[in-house]
Nanobody, 125 residues
Framework: QVQLVESGGGTAQAGGSLRLSCAAS????????MAWFRQAPGKEREGLAA???????TYADSVKGRFTISRDTAKNTLYLQMNNLRPEDTGMYYC???????????????????WGQGTQVTVSS
């Protein structure tokens, strides 16, 4: 059983930066595919970035070039560095993990079993 706890959310101005963290326990994250998702009010949960056990990364077009996913296996923690934030980046951010994820499913919420409770990000214009 994997437990995930996100932190680092808050309020930023457009053009600013935030770094989200996701601390994992119960398993070593280096063996898992992990991802960040976002859910804005009234919208479906959207996959933003994923990193697999080979450290291959996948990004949604909406964040490519602005967000970077990474992990520190020594700290068993996943990160999302978010730069050049936009008001449309506002939402609840979740990290997710699964031992096996389809290549085509890395940004699909149905492919992940373990989820954190989320951290709120608000970007003002």
């Amino acid at each position: 059983q994997v437990q995930l706890v996100e932190s680092g959310g808050g309020t930023a101005q457009a053009g600013g930066s935030l770094r989200l963290s996701c601390a994992a326990s119960g398993a070593r994250i280096g063996s898992y595919c992990m991802a960040w998702f976002r859910q804005a009010p009234g919208k479906e949960r959207e996959g933003l970035a994923a990193i697999d056990s080979d450290d291959d990364t996948t990004y949604a077009d909406s964040v490519k070039g602005r967000f970077t996913i990474s992990r520190d296996t020594a700290k068993n923690t996943l990160y999302l560095q978010m730069n050049n934030l936009r008001p449309e980046d506002t939402g609840m951010y979740y990290c997710a993990a699964d031992f096996r994820v389809r290549v085509g499913g890395r940004l699909q919420s149905n492919d992940y079993t373990y989820w954190g409770q989320g951290t709120q990000v608000t970007v003002s214009s």
